[in-house]
């Protein structure tokens, strides 16, 4: 079995908080009990009721059912839409337009409640490091923000394939899921391909790496570390959102942290301003902490003029998008669907590429092998991609299957 968890729940069956009742205390704006379904106005009060915290403890314990295989998967107990209209909307969650910027528009602020838990885990020293492996970390923040991503989408999109890094566990903050919506993403509506408005459910899969940088976040290298979510259509990674919880860390005690980056491919990436790097050098950017043989050899052969080591696939490619280097070289096996659907997506609404060494697309259906077992190469500007491509050794590409 790979490692990794998809979460598509089975219809149905937690306890609900029937129509105009006090919604739980999870939801961006917490409604009064005087709400019906027909009440789409005001403000709402800032806390949940007296008389139905019990019953929002209640549901918060039960987000989670055993599966008959016995894996643990977040429940498709946010059925509130269709109970508590209203108070969904007051959240500010949009139920019209397409699907795929509607998801996109929850992912943008998931990741941004997603870099409040990472920073606040930090801040408190304790990481909860268990380690999985050779240079295969997990901490508190990477379940802790797994579980916040996997129940705030599964509660809006809960026929949406979502697969995650992690396993997920029992225990979730109810106050970690975040039902509101990115008006930014969701007013670009017009702008979108015709392909992607007529998405569907069932073609979508979502890859989630909640904390890429693992490493290098348990080490202080805070500016390594992002929340990565990608969104791909058929197999293809088609829109994405990478968020910075350490961005802008240093400078300054009173400095606001954190960014988010988010692109749709046919619409344009924000959050981040492209720029281009001088063609007088060849500066290329590869891993920090997994250099192989084959990983040195396919960087030699482009004979570059400064190699830069850091750790994250998603730093990686922010650091082509910011015109820092002008390829990611990584000739191994060792990274993951989740670690690049949403970097190549952003990367690919930006105008650049990325493909494994052979040049062959990667595949994010459901049902891919998890492992990018053909290295990656990317490169800041899709026309480049040819030369580096042609530069791969062919004992390299041996050693790495096509994907």
């Known amino acids: 079995m790979q490692a990794g968890w998809a979460l598509r729940p089975r219809a149905a069956a937690a306890r609900l908080i029937g129509p105009g009742r006090c919604p739980p205390s999870f939801l961006r704006s917490r409604s009064g009990c005087d709400v019906n379904d027909d009440d789409v106005g005001g403000a709402g009060d800032s806390r949940p009721c007296h008389s139905h915290r019990d019953q929002v403890s209640s549901l918060s314990s039960s987000l989670l059912l055993r599966e008959a295989n016995g894996r643990r998967c977040f429940s498709n107990l946010y059925r509130f839409y269709g109970r508590n209209k ?23 602020r998931v990741a941004d409640r997603a870099g409040n838990i990472v920073r606040d885990i930090m801040s408190k020293g304790d ?38 890094e ?33 998405a569907a459910e069932k073609d979508i899969c979502v890859w989630v790496d909640p904390l890429d940088g693992t490493n290098e976040y348990t080490q202080g290298m805070l500016d390594h570390v992002t929340v990565l979510i990608g969104i791909a259509l058929n197999g293809t990674a088609v829109a994405g959102v990478m968020h910075q919880p350490y961005y802008n860390y240093k400078s300054g005690p009173d400095a606001s942290l954190g960014r988010t980056i988010w692109g749709v491919v046919g619409v344009g990436a924000f959050g981040i301003e492209r720029k281009a790097l001088g063609r007088d050098t060849k500066v290329v950017v590869t891993t920090r902490s997994h250099e192989t043989e084959a990983v040195r050899d396919a ?27 002008h390829a990611y070289i990584f000739a191994s096996s060792g990274c993951k669907k989740w670690d690049t659907c949403a970097p190549e997506a952003v990367l690919r609404a930006m ?16 049902s891919v092998v998890h492992q990018n077992t053909g290295g990656v190469l990317a490169t800041a500007f899709a026309s480049d991609q040819a030369w580096y491509l042609s530069r791969m050794p062919e004992e390299v590409k041996r050693l790495l299957p096509s994907s």
């Open 127 to 164: 990481l909860g490091i268990v380690d999985k492996g050779v240079n295969d970390l997990q901490t508190e923040a990477d379940r802790s923000v797994q579980r916040c991503i996997m129940a705030s989408l599964n509660s809006q999109f809960p026929n949406v394939t979502i697969i995650g």
């Open 351 to 366: 105008g650049g590429m990325l493909t494994d060494v052979h040049g062959n697309n990667y595949q994010y259906h459901p």
């Open 299 to 325: 960087i030699a052969a482009c004979e570059p003029t400064e190699v830069i080591r850091v750790g994250g696939a998603g730093h990686k490619v922010l650091l082509l998008i910011e015109g820092k280097a």
């Open 166 to 198: 992690e396993e997920p566990a029992a225990d979730l903050d109810p106050d970690w899921v975040e039902l509101s919506q990115s008006d930014e993403v969701l007013a670009c509506e017009s702008k979108l391909p015709q392909e992607l408005r007529d």
């Open 86 to 108: 209203a108070c969904l909307l007051r959240g500010g969650m949009s139920t019209s337009g397409s699907l795929v910027l509607r998801l996109l528009a929850s992912s943008v």
